[in-house]
């Protein structure tokens, strides 16, 4: 089992594009905070400097390059880092630009200097409301990709492109097909800091060793199974104070923990996107009455399921 992918796909990861740009020197654009998204910025040409709050020093970003800045973060973009102080809010540029919402987002100082140009496509990846993981608390605050060898830059551009035409287009199927491509985007760059920078980091030295993946793989196989701490154990071929102490140290959870984390996210996403029954949800999530079910679900979404489910449907009505 594929369990980056499972991870994911239960946070319900969409991708929004929001334009395409043709910048020109000087240019700087503060771009402000917004909850549950992860924005990104692919460069196709020219380069970037791009500051994130809370971050002292710029980074450099080149042609085929891709910035993932977490959980909404405010940030700034520029073409040079003196000009990261002089950048104008979002708002401001899209309205001296005159962008309408087609073509690209042309702004700048030049912009009859079409060799000199910046070009990027910007967007996010929202998740559900109330995803949570403990993958998702470990990334960092922004992710860089970086393209050395091209070979990066053409996954990128293509996934995008595909992403792009799904969204012009009225053929049947283009929101699942988009949906499933930004997912994807989202997974290879979080695949790239795994494999690049995050193998020494909590929880992503979970996700590659090997005691704990293979209990982490069975847990997601089997949910609702009542998994005792002794077989967990010895799936993870360590004794049982060995395993809890080497779970904890790489997962920064207990493996209880963990598990009920996982369960009650598994319970969030049916009873928000299924009209399954409460009492099959529980027994889905491996507890064997509703009122078991019910009593943890409220411990950590503050409302019981049937109230959340009718919540999330007022939610997607006021949409």
């Known amino acids: 089992m594929d369990i980056l992918s499972d991870i994911l796909g239960l946070m319900r990861v969409k ?34 400097w791009l500051k994130v709050n809370g971050n002292e020093d710029p980074i450099f970003l080149k042609k085929g390059d891709m910035a993932v800045v977490m959980n909404g973060a405010a940030h700034v973009i520029s073409c040079s880092p003196p000009t990261l102080e002089e950048a104008l809010e979002l708002d401001e540029v899209v309205e001296k630009s005159g962008y309408t919402g087609e073509g690209a987002l042309v702004y700048g100082g030049n912009i009859t200097k079409k060799k000199e140009t910046t070009q990027l496509i910007c967007g996010h990846f929202s998740m559900d409301k109330d995803a949570n993981h403990p993958l998702l608390a470990a990334l960092p605050s ?41 997912e994807l985007l989202f997974a290879q760059a979080v695949r790239f800091y795994l494999s690049e920078k995050g193998e020494d980091k909590l929880v992503f030295k979970g996700l590659t060793d090997k005691h704990i993946s293979t ?19 010895k799936l993870a071929g360590l004794s049982r104070t060995n395993y809890v102490a080497h779970f904890l140290a790489l997962m920064g959870v207990t493996p209880r923990q963990y598990l009920i984390n996982w369960r009650m996210q598994m319970g969030r996403e049916m009873l928000a996107y299924s009209g399954m029954p409460v009492v099959h949800i529980a027994e889905h999530c491996g507890y064997g009455s509703e009122a078991a079910f019910g009593r943890i679900f409220k411990r950590h979404f503050a409302l019981a399921p049937a109230t959340y489910r009718r919540m999330r449907k007022l939610e997607k009505k006021a949409a």
Not at 155 to 174: F, H, N, P, V
Not at 215 to 227: E, K
């Open 15 to 48: 991708g929004t594009l929001y334009f395409r740009t043709d910048f020109s020197s000087p240019w700087g654009v503060q771009v402000p905070a917004y909850r549950n998204v992860a924005r990104f910025h692919l460069v196709c040409r020219g380069k970037v």
């Open 215 to 233: 209990v982490l793989q069975a847990l997601h196989r089997n949910p609702a199974y009542n998994w005792k701490l002794e077989e967990m154990a």
């Open 142 to 182: 922004f992710i860089h990709v970086s393209d050395d060898k091209g070979e990066v830059y053409q996954w990128l551009a293509s996934t995008l492109k595909l992403i792009g035409d799904q969204t012009d287009t009225e053929m049947l199927g283009r929101e699942l097909i988009s949906f499933k491509l930004a």
